[in-house]
């Protein structure tokens, strides 16, 4: 499966993933192979910074700052109202850089998305439902539903695909299933909530109604204005991707604000709280194991496998905050802590992942007779020839 990469020519069908993500890795704050000088090779100084991307510092500082510094009354409502605004930007700004075309020639990995999708709706719901046997042990009865929201949401769009690229999967591919992933989780999601969570959320017509103005007409509006706004967008890419981690950090800010106001920290004691992040790291190991053990059961490449591991194990705090604001109401602060423990704990773990991949990728490969030479060892045996570091 050919790669996007910097020696792309002009023309080429390719060229606009690449430009996506060497937006998208812009804005979720990890370097991508596209922007690296060598061509297919991640700059060995920005993959040393990965564990400690500044984007994930960050987002820790605006959780700090929320706690010190809440936004609340009138500066509450403000930080809300220019939340809501900035997720209604960041989906405008999906929509405007993932082309039609893009899309359509995604629909022919049909297997590929049907699996990340399968991994998101279905997989993940089902170790949501079975860490219910975790409650009042480890989870708390008040935890526990936020836990189960977590695990009902779509895939992120933006560490997807900036993760895929880092590891040399298929980018075309991670960008159509986290489009794909989040135009379904619009609908699906408030479904799933109110069949699997019931009376802790407030799931309505008009709630659904309310998701979709916020999240799906502001996509739908960039994919129609597209043909004026993507010229801009390449342009401007380094930007516009502040605006994007700008826009998530305000989004942040303003759920912890309300979780302040809330009183959340106080009806959550440290034990619990070490306990949850203890469930979530067994969740997202999980994940990353049930994507990349089926991913080879199904018989997918490695860039595809690369694609679904990052795609199918995460989960979106973009659509996951505002969806939470509408289904829980009062009680949304509570409900998106694991989610955003657990979106720190994706981003992390995958950022060491991706570069450890991106690093066998990058191995040489030895030549046949270079090979049967190492392997040979005295009295005539040969140790098995590894296929070099294009696997794993």
């Known amino acids: 499966m050919p790669r996007p990469g910097p020696g792309v020519a002009a023309g080429d069908p ?34 040393r910074r990965l564990p400690v991307d500044p984007y994930i510092a960050a987002l820790l500082g605006t959780v700090v700052l929320a706690a010190l510094v809440p936004a609340t009354g009138a ?34 990995h049909w297997r590929l998305h049907l699996t990340v999708l399968a991994a998101t709706f279905a997989v993940f719901p089902l170790l949501g439902l079975a860490a219910r046997g975790l409650v009042p042990h480890v989870l708390s009865p008040a ?29 075309a591919a991670a960008i159509c299933a986290g489009s794909f992933s989040s135009i379904v989780g619009i609908v699906l999601t408030p479904l799933l909530a109110a069949a699997l969570i019931g009376g802790d959320t407030a799931i309505s017509g008009q709630a659904v109604t309310r998701i979709a103005l916020q999240l799906l007409a502001p996509f739908a509006a960039g994919q129609l204005l597209r043909r004026w706004t993507a010229p801009f967008l390449t ?42 992040l203890a469930a979530e790291a067994v969740l997202l190991a999980l994940m990353l194991t049930a994507t990349d053990r089926g991913s080879r059961a199904l018989g997918f490449a490695r860039a595809d496998r690369t694609t679904i ?84």
């Open 309 to 392: 591991v990052f795609a199918g194990s995460k989960k979106s705090l973009a659509s996951g905050l505002p969806m939470a604001t509408v289904l829980f109401g009062a009680n949304a602060g509570l409900a998106v802590l694991p989610l955003m423990l657990f979106h720190q704990m994706q981003l992390m773990v995958c950022a060491v992942i991706a570069k450890r991949w991106a690093r066998r990728e990058d191995a040489p490969v030895p030549s046949p007779d270079e090979r049967a030479h190492d392997h040979a060892v005295p009295g005539g045996h040969r140790r098995p020839a590894s296929a070099g570091g294009g696997e794993r």
């Open 235 to 276: 342009r401007h890419r380094t930007a516009l991707g502040l605006v994007d981690r700008g826009s998530i950090l305000l989004v942040v800010y303003s759920a912890f604000s309300a979780g302040m106001a809330e009183g959340i920290w106080h009806q959550v004691p440290v034990g619990r709280l070490l306990e949850l």
């Open 75 to 108: 500066g509450g409502a403000v930080a809300d109202g220019a939340a809501n605004s900035a997720v209604g930007l960041l989906f405008f700004l999906y929509g405007s850089r993932l082309s039609t075309k893009e899309a359509m020639d995604g629909l022919r």
């Open 14 to 47: 390719r060229e606009g993933s690449s430009r996506f993500v060497m937006a998208v890795s812009v804005a979720s704050g990890v370097p991508d192979k596209a922007g690296g000088r060598q061509s297919g090779r991640v700059p060995r100084t920005a993959s």
């Open 143 to 171: 935890l526990y539903p936020g836990f189960l929201f977590l695990c009902l949401l779509p895939s992120t769009i933006q560490s997807s695909i900036a993760f895929t690229s880092i590891a040399r999967g298929n980018v």
